[in-house]
């Protein structure tokens, strides 16, 4: 790779790593293994990245890497891991802290998303995380624009069946 290509590799890679990192942590719910994705990503893109700079989004390919990676991941798995993730630490001077109800709740919508197949949970953090229309969420993860719009129903009514099972449990206690 030549100098020039290199450094937009590493501009690009200082410019969208907690994005992706971000991503990734949505997607299968363990730091650790989010940072694993994003250097699998980040490989896979510096291998093609003669070919990706002159694209008009390369952050298109990065994405589509981490999702192909973390679906191949879990291909690859031979028994299923339970993953518990840790809060992540307040960063930023002048931030203020997050009050408790928000932590919670934050965690608990993680651990609603990390219930879901794996696809249905990429198609989610592509669709409203990551705000990508159905066509670009498609592409990513190369399906048709049908799959994606039916895995989203079919995330979004599994999510609704849980919190109505969490509510009438609640309703049960009280």
Same mark, same amino acid.
């Given at each position: 790779?030549?100098?020039? @290509?290199?450094? =937009?590799?590493?501009?690009?890679?200082?410019?969208?790593?907690?994005? &992706? &990192?971000?991503?990734?942590? =949505?997607?299968? #719910? $363990?730091?650790?293994?989010? +940072?694993?994705?994003?250097?699998?990503?980040?490989? !896979?893109?510096?291998?093609?990245?003669?070919?990706? /700079?002159?694209?008009?989004?390369?952050?298109?390919? @990065?994405?589509?890497?981490?999702?192909? *990676?973390?679906?191949?991941?879990?291909?690859?798995? *031979? $028994?299923? /891991?339970?993953?518990?993730?840790?809060?992540? @630490?307040?960063? #930023?001077? #002048?931030?203020? !802290?997050?009050? +408790? $109800?928000?932590?919670? /709740?934050?965690?608990?919508?993680?651990? =609603?998303?990390?219930?879901?197949?794996?696809?249905?949970?990429?198609? &989610?953090?592509?669709?409203?995380? /990551?705000?990508?229309?159905?066509?670009?969420?498609?592409?990513?993860?190369?399906?048709?624009? #049908?799959?994606?719009?039916?895995?989203?129903?079919?995330?979004?009514?599994?999510?609704?069946?849980?919190?109505?099972?969490?509510? !009438?449990?609640? !309703?049960?206690?009280?």
């Amino acid at each position: 790779m030549h100098a020039d @290509a290199e450094a =937009l590799y590493r501009e690009f890679v200082a410019a969208e790593l907690h994005s &992706l &990192l971000r991503t990734a942590y =949505l997607l299968c #719910g $363990s730091w650790h293994t989010a +940072e694993d994705l994003v250097q699998t990503t980040f490989v !896979a893109l510096y291998r093609a990245w003669s070919r990706v /700079e002159t694209w008009n989004d390369p952050r298109a390919y @990065a994405r589509r890497t981490l999702t192909n *990676a973390f679906l191949s991941a879990r291909r690859r798995r *031979a $028994s299923q /891991e339970l993953l518990f993730a840790e809060l992540p @630490a307040a960063s #930023g001077a #002048g931030q203020a !802290a997050p009050d +408790e $109800s928000d932590l919670v /709740e934050r965690e608990r919508q993680r651990e =609603l998303l990390r219930r879901l197949p794996p696809r249905q949970r990429a198609v &989610l953090v592509l669709r409203y995380w /990551e705000d990508c229309s159905v066509a670009e969420t498609a592409e990513l993860l190369g399906i048709s624009t #049908g799959t994606v719009k039916s895995q989203t129903a079919d995330a979004l009514c599994a999510l609704r069946r849980t919190l109505a099972v969490e509510a !009438a449990k609640e !309703a049960s206690h009280d």
